[in-house]
């Protein structure tokens, strides 16, 4: 009798401990599949953030075996550092030029593009098909279109009469240039967001509207336009990072110019770098615009939760 009494007292502890050991087995075998990539997204991009950040605190020219340190002297010479600010000035005209064209043209082909047309399919391919073409590849379509001498659209004002432009020699209207073609190459994903949102409204609610005697603006406006107000905070603070971040049509068209009128943030914190050997004042410029970003960012997302518009 004893002895049965010893073993029922057995049998839960060996079950317990069987559990344990499927579970150890289990994490062991999960992280042994997931480390190589955890190892190596920290390899390429927290070990890079915290060496650029030791970097802002020093003067160092990317060739000296030995490194000043300075502390927050870089941080400091940004706020006195007039190109910079001008530099500040150009990336918030590109925000202000892209954001905005960015969603509303993204909402405009989702909603055209959210119907049942014979070769939807295709149409939807030919709008996202810029999306993945090479920054590279848009530079040079850029130069080839609005090039002033020889460009296309020149080519086509002149035919009706219009006066040849300067476009990406003009001060007053390379932006403008890159702004558009940013458009041309990343609406596509703003268009997708929203196409995916549409396609998740219930088709029972905007068929009541319509039943309620509701025409298409005020179903849009009243239905379709509050269900879509989360993923509209997502993409503008997508497109917003996005556009801080202008680079690659910048070093691929202009270089900075005319006259420094497309030189961004990250294109001065490039040349710095790399152009100046100015690694540790670089890397301050990159720090600095990330916590701007990040500040603002957050700023986003706590407005959105207090206004019950929550994206993330």
Sequence with gaps: ????????????????????????????????????????????????????????????????????????????????????????????????????SSVLLGLFLA???????????????????????????TGVLTNYLFDPQFGIVNNVLRSIGVPQQGWLTDPAQAMIVIAIMSLWGSVAFTTVIYLAALQDISAELIEAATIDGANRWQTFWNIVWPELTPVTVFVTLWQFI????????????????????TETVVYYLWDAAFHKLQFGYG??????????????????????????????
């Design 111 to 137: 909603v055209a593009l959210n119907r049942r047309l014979r070769f939807i399919g295709l149409y939807r391919t030919a709008i996202f098909v810029p999306f993945v073409v090479s920054a590279a590849t």
């Design 242 to 261: 996005e556009a801080l971040q202008l680079f690659d049509l910048v070093y691929t068209t202009t270089r900075g110019g005319p006259l420094g009128a």
């Design 1 to 100: 009798m004893a002895e049965t009494l010893t073993d029922e007292r057995r049998a839960p502890q060996t079950g317990r401990a069987a559990r344990r050991r499927r579970l150890l087995r289990d994490n062991v075998e999960g992280w042994g599949f997931v480390a190589p990539a955890t190892i190596l997204i920290l390899g390429l991009a927290i070990f890079p953030a915290a060496w650029a950040f030791l970097l802002s605190l020093q003067k160092w020219n990317g060739f000296s075996p030995t490194q000043k340190f300075v502390g927050v002297d870089n941080y400091a010479k940004l706020l006195s550092d007039s190109e910079l600010l001008d530099a500040v000035g150009h990336s918030l005209l590109y925000v202000v030029l892209f954001v905005p």
């Design 283 to 312: 890397s301050a410029v990159a720090y600095a615009l990330f916590a701007l970003t990040l500040l603002i960012t957050i700023g986003i997302v706590i407005y959105s939760r207090r206004t019950k518009n929550e994206a993330f």
